[in-house]
Nanobody, 120 residues
Framework: QVQLVESGGGLVQPGGSLRLSCAASGRILRINTMGWYRQAPGKQREMVADITSGGNTNYADSVKGRFTISRDYAKNMAYLQMNSLKPEDTAVYYC??????????????WGQGTQVTVSS
């Protein structure tokens, strides 16, 4: 019914940049909040950044000043611009969306995850 597809992950050197994209498709009436989460091996999944339908954003303390979340409301897409990357940022990054479907269901959808590796 609803699918989130991520792209943009890969290998980057410390201090480098990477831009993740998330495309939401399907029978979507409205997307409320979109966000990015990450999970490193042996650790719990944590919120990295999210953005509401009104454009309000919040970030994990560990990425403030380095990451920027944005949305293209017309295309149902979200982005995560990651600058000044550190090895500690290495994780699988997941896109998340809280939305209302055309059937008027309220659902929370997840992407498949994309690997980000920061290493020299």
């Amino acid at each position: 019914q609803v699918q989130l597809v991520e792209s943009g992950g890969g290998l980057v050197q410390p201090g480098g940049s990477l831009r993740l994209s998330c495309a939401a498709s399907g029978r979507i009436l409205r997307i409320n909040t979109m966000g990015w989460y990450r999970q490193a091996p042996g650790k719990q999944r944590e919120m990295v950044a999210d953005i509401t339908s009104g454009g309000n954003t919040n970030y994990a303390d560990s990425v403030k000043g380095r990451f920027t979340i944005s949305r293209d409301y017309a295309k149902n897409m979200a982005y995560l611009q990651m600058n000044s990357l550190k090895p500690e940022d290495t994780a699988v990054y997941y896109c998340n969306a809280d939305l209302r479907t055309m059937s008027l269901d309220r659902i929370n959808s997840w992407g498949q995850g994309t690997q980000v590796t920061v290493s020299s």
